[in-house]
């Protein structure tokens, strides 16, 4: 299979259409949807190096997201969390990549990289504190390296952009150790639809400008809500990186090794100060865009069944068994093992408590504020201005 | 123990939804999250998984019936558990159950899950229902609607309302208003930012309430802006109300009730400032707006003044060797044009000084510091806009000559104001000539990231002994002040020391 990596598709005009028809782009693909490994001598030596038990871990971690939404999908569809925005048919997508990086790495997810924040170590109860409103954040993003959820669309580029100047600031400057900055890049990960905001051209400008450690892990899985990616980009994405100047590739995102392969060998090469790079991932969002969507209202039965026929975790799973990295009682125990963690986590979700309101104001500045305070006390006399049989219900508002 | 499923809000801020379908039937087994009924929202149809396992034992609501969000939809009864016969009255069902769970610890068969006062307040609520209409409250949940119920809380209340509220039925029911435009709070400690206060006294108030046209036309008519109560919105003063206040004014002064300007106040002369108790003509507190070279030297001296310790020497030195040897370059045909001050030979001594000195030439960043192998000499200069610091790159590769000529342009430039900032960026040492000002010393501000600066002071003829005699030379003062976190007082002092032997001796020059 040929090495495919971003070439504009510029043929020039011809004739009267004075439009540039996009070349496609062939994605990275490694295993094919029934399970067969590929030979690749670019991408193959990646997978060569893992070992069964990483491979197996891979495996895991699809699993688990895979369990993690069914059980938070229910919990929504019961009352008990306000929205849930599925990850399910990009596990593979999300955990091929993350597991390329290494710890260190700061990313900056969407709000739909629950497959990357399991990996990450955030738990489940984290996880969902978010969705169940008691919590901004679940988690400290300094602990996991991991930025909180961002409901903004696209902003996190910008952040993770800033992030990356800091890391060439530090090295400039010498004030962290020089092979702990030069070792360190930065993802961030955004939707197709995302593509289309502003801070995305501003962000890869600024990477492309100043040559920064960023990756840019674009998750193409084809529906930005109800807009489908051909509507906001009449090329594959992918080609995008070219015009601001730097390398992207496409890749199979329902294939894990794929996208363990090409992330590892973009990360390795922005490590080695080549500057920016892009991966899209091309996946499929299998359930709703979050749990207040309808997706049979704008797609078709028949594409669903298309993807479902790609799907990520059972086409790896063939191959894991076919190539002796696992058998039957470790995909036994990997099952039985999250049917307890969905227990579990429906036991949290519904002990959470809610949010101290209090405490949201006292962390807005380090000292005291009078307009924080007068914010507080207004709120206070807000809340206490309900009628009493009323407010003992829906306490997690 | 019975568990009720109350109808959920499965999209954002839904209010109400209708049963499309039941996938299951009161006697059916289910287990936590089997699908149990299909409904239609207004956003879309949702599939409902049941929260709880065991047996249906009621289903309270027809297929075809629109529910209210947080409505009792289906009850289920924990397997073991008596199964009531369907066709009995709902009470038989479900009352014992709830009567009984208060009381009854060993009913908490679920961990995470406690019976709260709620709860019992909820069953409460529900006996005094019964009491209050048996009859009318088994017909309504005969036919399945379940009216009276709909305000029941139970435990594990559904979320309501993550998002905009399609409308306002459902919303709590306030018992009062909380004033909405309540923006300060009174007898708070912490201080009030200046422009709170009401009054139009502050200057950034006035821009903020005035556009630059209306300010403009203000001045043009005579009137003052911060006298006027703006009519546009938010307060904001338009120049209707600036040529309403000119036209008042002139009619005022045409009637003869106010005085034109300039002109004695009625039935007196015009006062002086002494009689009004004032220094000299004008307002008696002023406000003026910080912009600039002002500005900007106010942030630089207060970053540097409070972040870096200064340390300051001086030393007075005979600088009558350098003086005759101006007046020789003075008379140089080669320095026609050319200012030739002491500043040029200072300048000279600071490059030599810190070839022996290396260490004043650095900044300082806390985990580190960087040395610097270049110097690039600001020169403090007082001008009509403010201080400016100028800067001579690579001032050690000048020869004396190249240096007198670029002195001289970099005082021409900064006196006619076309410094430019790129041209004040990047000094690593500077020097400032105190001495212009008729000062013998001082103690300067370091400029940000530097950590020397060297204060001349002024050149005057005193009494100094040479070889045990008294004699008339030419002294002045050098100082100076150091960043402390890199230089302490004796490489201050070797370095000054050394700056002051070649303005004493400048022979030292030669290589």
Redesign the interface.
Known sequence: MAVLTCRAAISGATGEDHTVQPQEVQPVQLLTPDGKLAENEVYGPFIAELSAEKLRELYRYMAMERRLD??AT??????????WAPALGQEAAQVGTIAAIKSSDMVFPTYREHAMALYRGISPEELLTMF??TRHTGWDPRDHNFHVYTLVLAAQTLHAAGWAMGINQDLR???VPRDRAEDEIVVACIGDGATSQGDVHESMVFASSYELPLLYFIQNNHWAISVPTRTQSRGPLVNRAQGYGFEGVRVDGNDVLASYAVATKLSDEIRAGKGPKLIESVTYRMGAHT????P??YRSSEEVELWEGRDPIRRYRSWLSSADHADESFFAEVDAEYKDLAADM???V??MEPIDLERVFDTVYSE???QV??EK??LK??EA???E????????? | MAETFNLPDVGEGLTEAEIVTWRTTVGATVEVNDIVVEIETAKSLVELPVPYAGIVTELLAAEGETLEVGAPLIRIAAEGEEVPDPGSAPEAASEPAEQQSPEQPAAEEKPGRSRSARAKKAAAQKREGSERGDSERGNSQRDGSARDEQKTPTQNEALVGSGPKADSASRRVRTRSTAPDLVDLEGLEIAAPASASGTYTDIADIVARASPPVRALAKRLGVAVWELVGSGRNGQITRDDVERQAQQKREQRASGQMPAPGAPAPGRRKTTPAEEGLLFEGPREENIQVRGVRKATARNVTASATTVPHVSVFKEVDVTRTMELRQALKKDPSYAGLSVSPMLFAAKAIIWAVRRNPQVNATWHDTHYTLKNYLNLGVAAATPRGLVVPVIHEAHAFNTRGLAAALTQLAIDAREGRTTPGEMQGGTVSITNIGTLGLDSGTPILPPGQASIVALGAVRKKPWVVEGQIVPRDVMVIGGSFDHRLIDGDLAGRFISDVAAVMEQPGLLID
């Open positions: 069914a059980e229910s919990l929504q569809r019961q009352g008990q969390l306000a929205l169940r409103a400057m010498g004030s749990t207040a969507d309808d049979t209202k429906r036991r949290s519904l002990a005291p504020h009078r305070e007068t006390a207004w006399d807000y201005g309900f009628a049989d009323q407010t003992e219900a829906g306490t997690a508002r």
